[in-house]
């Protein structure tokens, strides 16, 4: 099963648990006494209609993965929370669904900030590097990779990072971002930070988003906290390059696949 299916599958299992969640809650609620005639039938009819959409989410699951989700037991976990987060939060709407639906908005507007801003990354983080001769003396045109480019992030055509002048060599300092699998949505995807260039001239360029407080509580003297309960992985890397031989006009790829702190030429 490839990712792309695995994805589907597991976003319309999570959908799938909610709504179960609702029509169990749902159907449960009938057992209480005093309810009028049309309350019960309205109840019922949306109970019937969340089962639908349940029998039909859980069809397409089990076709895109061929069964395969099944044996995913951290997807089935979270599938399960998700319908007991859902059922209880119709229960106790105003102790429940409100809290769950402002911390839930909280939530995926951090992800999007701290996770989606950074581009997708298979293996190990790649940048290009180039060298333009003009008047002015040259300059370095850095960018990610084209494996890793997304809309938002710098290429050789518009944003690429430019670094003025001539330099013997440069540092590049990148995070590795890994979200396990059973994440919705963003889960199974590594994504790549550029953090720092430096080069025998100081500090040439410096990203401080995964120094904020939350990234270093959930790493406080490397306990892997975030890794172990979050779920999230953050490996820091690093490359050394000479720059003596690079020649103008010709695009190299830089791979950042030392351990942070083991720089190889």
Same mark, same amino acid.
């Given at each position: 099963?490839?990712?792309?299916?695995?994805?589907?599958?597991?976003?319309? $299992?999570?959908?799938?648990? =909610? @709504?179960?969640?609702? +029509?169990?809650?749902? /159907?449960?609620?009938?057992?209480?006494? #005093?309810?009028?005639?049309?309350?019960?039938?309205?109840?019922?009819?949306?109970?019937?209609?969340?089962?639908?959409?349940?029998?039909?989410?859980?069809?397409?699951?089990?076709?895109?993965?061929?069964?395969?989700?099944?044996?995913?037991?951290?997807?089935?976990?979270?599938?399960?929370?998700?319908?007991?987060?859902?059922?209880?939060?119709?229960?106790?709407?105003?102790?429940?669904?409100?809290?769950?639906? $402002?911390?839930?908005?909280? =939530? @995926?507007?951090?992800? +999007?900030?701290?996770? /989606?801003?950074?581009?997708?990354?298979? #293996?190990?983080?790649?940048?290009?590097?180039?060298?333009?001769?003009?008047?002015?003396?040259?300059?370095?045109?850095?960018?990610?990779?084209?494996?890793?480019?997304?809309?938002?992030?710098?290429?050789?055509?518009?944003?690429?990072?430019?670094?003025?002048?001539?330099?013997?060599?440069?540092?590049?300092?990148?995070?590795?971002?890994?979200?396990?699998?059973?994440?919705?949505?963003?889960?199974?995807?590594?994504?790549?930070?550029?953090?720092?260039?430096?080069?025998? +001239?100081?500090?040439?360029?410096?990203?401080?988003?995964?120094?904020?407080?939350?990234?270093?509580?959930?790493?406080?003297?490397?306990?892997?906290?975030?890794?172990?309960?979050?779920?999230?992985?953050?490996?820091?890397?690093?490359?050394?390059?000479?720059?003596?031989?690079?020649?103008?006009?010709?695009?190299?790829?830089?791979?950042?696949?030392?351990?942070?702190?083991?720089?190889?030429?």
């Amino acid at each position: 099963m490839d990712f792309r299916g695995f994805a589907l599958s597991r976003d319309v $299992l999570y959908i799938s648990g =909610a @709504v179960t969640g609702i +029509a169990l809650e749902l /159907l449960l609620s009938l057992l209480e006494k #005093g309810i009028d005639t049309r309350t019960r039938n309205r109840r019922i009819s949306l109970a019937l209609v969340c089962l639908s959409g349940t029998i039909a989410g859980l069809a397409i699951s089990v076709i895109v993965s061929m069964g395969g989700i099944f044996r995913e037991p951290a997807v089935l976990a979270t599938a399960v929370l998700c319908m007991a987060v859902f059922g209880v939060a119709v229960r106790f709407p105003r102790m429940v669904a409100y809290p769950l639906i $402002l911390l839930g908005g909280l =939530a @995926v507007s951090w992800l +999007a900030v701290f996770c /989606l801003r950074f581009p997708v990354c298979d #293996g190990a983080p790649a940048l290009t590097l180039s060298r333009v001769e003009n008047t002015q003396g040259g300059a370095y045109l850095i960018a990610y990779a084209p494996a890793a480019r997304t809309a938002a992030y710098p290429n050789e055509n518009d944003d690429a990072i430019r670094i003025n002048g001539t330099r013997s060599f440069m540092t590049f300092n990148a995070a590795l971002i890994a979200i396990e699998r059973h994440y919705p949505f963003i889960g199974g995807k590594n994504h790549v930070a550029l953090m720092r260039i430096s080069s025998d +001239a100081g500090v040439e360029f410096s990203d401080t988003s995964l120094d904020s407080p939350l990234v270093r509580f959930a790493y406080v003297r490397r306990s892997g906290f975030a890794q172990r309960v979050l779920g999230i992985g953050i490996t820091r890397m690093s490359k050394t390059i000479s720059l003596d031989d690079l020649t103008p006009g010709i695009e190299t790829t830089v791979y950042i696949d030392s351990p942070d702190g083991i720089n190889h030429n």
